[in-house]
């Protein structure tokens, strides 16, 4: 069992940056696939980007390649999402996911993951 936390979401202005941290707590976070993803109003959860276990391998949305990096401290069983040059279509909530053994996907799809943290809303003004 995985606890996950997100946080540092916040409003800030287009072209701003932001971080996202997601605290994990429960049993051998090292041992779990990490994803992020994000809602929007009226729109179906989407991908956004997904680190492996070891931080070795990382996966973007289109959307997110160049803008945003995924990262991993497994000493503090923490994942990050560093944003940048925010636009107001990446206003979301945005949730961070676990996923444990074998993966036969590039992390994308939501079904993929077993454990799922409360969310936290970005807002990007224009």
């Known amino acids: 069992q995985v606890q996950l936390v997100e946080s540092g979401g916040g409003l800030v202005q287009a072209g701003d940056s932001l971080r996202l941290s997601c605290a994990a707590s429960?049993?051998?976070?090292?041992?779990?696939?990490m994803g992020w993803f994000r809602q929007a109003p009226g729109k179906e959860r989407e991908f956004v980007a997904a680190i492996n276990w070891s931080g070795g391998n990382t996966n973007y949305a289109d959307s997110a390649k160049g803008r945003f990096t995924i990262s991993r401290d497994n000493a503090k069983n923490t994942v990050f999402l560093q944003m940048s040059s925010l636009k107001p279509e990446d206003t979301a909530v945005y949730y961070c996911?676990?996923?444990?053994?074998?993966?036969?996907?590039?992390?994308?799809?939501?079904?993929?993951?077993?454990?799922w943290g409360q969310g936290a809303q970005v807002t990007v003004s224009s």
């Open positions: 429960g049993r051998s976070f090292s041992s779990y696939d």
């Open positions: 996911a676990a996923h444990y053994g074998v993966v036969t996907t590039d992390w994308s799809p939501p079904n993929e993951y077993d454990y």
